[in-house]
């Protein structure tokens, strides 16, 4: 059996694509080239997705009567609304998750991770449903350096809820609780961690406070190997509204890691955040 090559560093992303409207395929091309490396070009990646679109023949139809859904989303330019599997043609690894329907076409969105490596132990984590529901894929990557040495990366990509919940606390609580589930799902893999094992847990995750946030407390606290970031702003709206949301967090040994908040959108409202992991 022909060895596997040898994989001595790694770059996640974390991107909300904004509906499908951040456009993939240009900044896969980019990164492979080594725009956001200083030039260094980048083989092995993988991306964590937030609202990609997914419209086909495989999205039921009719949806029961009083069902809840989400209103449908208007086509951008750039979107995925094709198919989220043509990535695999492109040869990447893909796992794609919908959380929640989009109106009464055959639609749905949700989570995409798309990897140049095999994804290994995928699960489906249910978050507590506040206003729209929220389901996080985790995954498993796995290497070796060019000394020999094994690596175990298990990732999951969050998008948790911007419900106001002023009946049960408000929005802060409600996030905390998603939070607080999403650690307990992953807490046996965490806690259990062999030394060769690194955890990511990435997204966008609708901190308004930024990190002022339990959520956020909750996060930094069960993954402290988490690089220092510059705080920019991670999302801009219309009217100069702007806030720093989406975050990765890291915990295990490597030999060095950095996150980095990229200066374009690429056609979304989010900027990608690129993790680069060095074993």
């Known amino acids: 059996m022909q060895r596997a090559a040898p ?15 951040g456009d993939v395929d240009d900044f896969i091309r980019r990164l492979r080239a080594g725009a956001f490396t200083s030039g260094e070009p980048v083989d092995q990646f993988v991306l964590l997705l937030q609202e990609a679109r997914r419209r086909d023949a495989t999205v039921p139809l009719h949806i029961p009567l009083g069902y809840p859904s989400a209103a ?3 086509p951008r330019a ?12 492109q040869g990447l690894a893909v796992l794609y998750v ?15 991770i798309l990897s140049t490596l095999p994804l290994r132990d995928p699960r489906i984590i249910e978050l507590p449903l506040e206003r729209q529901r ?5 995954i498993a990557v796995e290497g070796a350096t ?8 298990d990732l999951a990509d969050v998008h948790l809820d911007t419900a106001l919940a002023l009946g049960r606390g408000g929005p802060f609580a409600a996030r905390r609780r998603q939070a607080a589930a999403l650690l307990s799902a992953l807490a046996p893999s965490v806690d259990n961690a062999a030394a060769d094992r690194v955890f990511v847990v990435a997204g966008d995750f609708n901190t308004w406070m930024g990190n002022g946030e339990a959520a956020i407390r909750l996060l930094s606290e069960a993954l402290p190997d988490t690089p220092v970031v510059d705080g920019a702003p991670t999302w801009r709206g219309p009217l100069g509204l702007h ?7 890291i915990r295990g040994r490597v030999s060095a890691s950095s996150v980095t908040r990229l200066s374009s959108r690429f056609g979304s409202d989010h900027y990608p955040l690129l993790a680069v992991l060095r074993f």
């Open 134 to 138: 929220r389901v996080s894929p985790a």
């Open 7 to 21: 994989i001595d560093r790694l770059a996640i992303v974390s991107w909300n694509i904004h509906e499908g409207g």
């Open 78 to 89: 750039g979107s995925l609304d094709a198919d989220v599997r043509r990535f695999a043609a």
């Open 146 to 153: 060019t000394a020999g040495r094994a690596w175990h990366l």
């Open 72 to 74: 449908a989303i208007a």
């Open 98 to 112: 919908p959380s929640m329907r989009n109106g009464r076409e055959p639609e749905d969105r949700g989570n995409l």
């Open 243 to 249: 806030a720093t949301l989406d975050h990765v967090f």
